[in-house]
């Protein structure tokens, strides 16, 4: 069974950085693991989920909502299953859950979602 | 407001059949998926594309697309499916995932 870990979640001060980390297990192989466009996705309290980044299988292609772009970068490894999210100069607003997911949500739906990492941006 | 229109809220009586609906340009060409949600918990991929379904999500769940205008389809609803039903669809640039402002599902 596939399962997306994410750590890294914590109160930050705005404008200050944090990095999350994802971690899957459950792919047959480091191939099936490389098939499949990674994304993170938020959820503010209260509201519906927002997609935030993805990032293409082998790394070479990323995309950001426009609110993030320039402040969060989206990484991955594929040697360790793993996805990362950058966030550096941090606003009030980016204070959500922010969830690893399987798919880019276009080409193919998010059909695996890990449990989420709360992220508060709070003075 | 979202690019993806959902009614906020929807009831349902225990075995009967209900329709959520979410309206928006790019669903007459890229389709929906559909995501429930239950408290506390993240969501879960239970509709894709025309009328796909992951092989865990039970068989009472369907789909639909007419126009512009995709529908979930729950037949003989449980008192489990109650939760917070998302569509998603592209944005305007076709580029990108959106999600609606979902439709909270009640089981009576």
């Known amino acids: 069974e596939l399962t997306l870990v994410e750590s890294g979640g914590d109160l930050v001060q705005p404008g200050g950085s944090l990095t999350l980390s994802c971690g899957a297990s459950g792919f047959t192989s480091t191939s099936s693991w490389m098939s499949y466009w990674m994304s993170w996705v938020r959820q503010a309290p209260g509201k519906g989920p927002e997609w935030v980044a993805n990032?293409?299988?082998?790394?070479?292609?990323?995309n950001y909502l426009a609110s993030v772009k320039g402040r969060f970068t989206i990484t991955r490894d594929n040697a360790r299953n793993s996805v990362y999210l950058q966030m550096n100069s941090l606003r009030v607003e980016d204070t959500a859950i922010y969830y690893c997911?399987?798919?880019?949500?276009?080409?193919?739906?998010?059909?695996?979602w890990g449990q989420g990492t709360l992220v508060t941006v709070s003075s | 407001s979202s690019e993806l229109t959902q009614d906020p809220a929807v009831s349902v009586a225990l075995g009967q059949t209900v329709k959520i609906t979410c309206q928006g340009d790019s669903v007459r060409i890229y389709y929906a998926s559909w995501y429930q949600q239950r408290p506390g918990q993240a969501p879960v991929l239970v509709m894709y594309g025309k009328n796909n379904r992951p092989s865990e999500i039970p068989d009472r769940f369907s789909g639909s697309v007419s126009g512009n205008t995709a529908s979930l389809i729950i037949t003989g609803a449980q008192a489990e499916d109650e939760g917070i039903y998302y569509c998603s669809s592209r944005d305007s640039s076709a580029k990108h995932a959106v999600f609606g402002e979902g439709t909270r599902l009640t089981v009576l």
């Open positions: 990032i293409k299988q082998d790394g070479s292609e990323e």
């Open positions: 997911v399987r798919g880019d949500g276009t080409s193919w739906p998010f059909d695996h």
